[in-house]
């Protein structure tokens, strides 16, 4: 079941950059079967992954393009930096197979496979493009990524999931944030689920050793390390085991309520952050919405309200917006 992997998907960041009156503003743009025309070959849900189509071999090359035009902060003045993120499913690097990546016709490197025994599994490649690239990608707002398959060996296949452009905007306006801590997000393909963690080692040890589990998304929204002013509250983390998924609030009777009554479905994890409850936030904060989708028995936040509306519009089959989660910080 595929859970909020939106086309053209935005997710505005505003940073402290340490540069004297500016920001860094972090867009994403993420490609998947929703975005399957013009000889797109993303992997659908529920498909025989080592079939045809989307199981592509030596001769079936193939090229997707980012437009993030419309994403584009109206008052940037440059890119700091940007990467593309490239979700595939068993490249065999270990027996030979080179699947090569280009952006723009510039060589950015190869997908990065598991061992050998182990190359029937997802695996995450993170590219940085080149400055030449980054310069038309400013100039234009569109990059071209093309993967020659099986470069040197013929036989070898790979299925694509997703590709995932960052890209971070030097803009000009306004402070930094009084939040002090980063809420970093991932997506699970394999739980069809999100998490959310402010910890970096945490963050790390996610992207270094369960990437096949788990896709960096970047940065969510900020938050607080510590109860920094009387109106900041705890935000709760919970997991659950028999659900697949991680859940937060900031409700204590609701905290209250899982501990007591539902301990055999979720296990109270402790305190993930700080953030102010609806009623109680400062200006300058933004809502971080709540989504509950009965089908998939899984909770989904969001401080984006491009998604937010996205979710509402096209996927209230899926989800249920049951309103503001809490207060924090872009």
Known sequence: MKAVRLPALLACILLFSGLTN??????????????????????PPDVTMDHSPFFRTSLEDWDWTHNVKSLVPADANGIASATVSIYAWDVDTEEGEM???YANGVK?????G?????????????????PSVVQELWRNGEVTIFMDIDYDVVGDRVDIGSSTLTVNYTTSGGGGTPADVTVYRFWSPSLSS??????????????????F??????????????????ALKPVYRFWSPALGEHFYTINEQEKDGLVRDYAYLYIYEGVAFYAYPEGQQPAGAVPVYRFWSGTGSRHFFTVSEQEKQSLIDLYSYYWTLEGVAWYAYE
């Open 99 to 101: 699947d090569i990546i």
């Open 114 to 130: 598991m061992a050998v025994g182990e190359d029937r599994t997802w695996t995450t490649t993170v590219f940085n493009l080149p």
């Open 213 to 230: 589990i788990w896709i960096y998304e970047g940065l969510a929204y900020h938050a607080f390390s510590t109860a920094a002013d009387a």
């Open 194 to 211: 999100h998490f959310y963690t402010i910890s970096e080692a945490e963050r790390d040890g996610l992207i270094r050793d369960y990437a």
């Open 108 to 112: 950015l490197g190869t997908l990065q």
């Open 22 to 43: 500016a920001h860094i503003v972090t867009v994403r743009d993420t490609l998947d079967y929703t975005d399957d025309i013009n000889g797109y070959y993303f992997l």
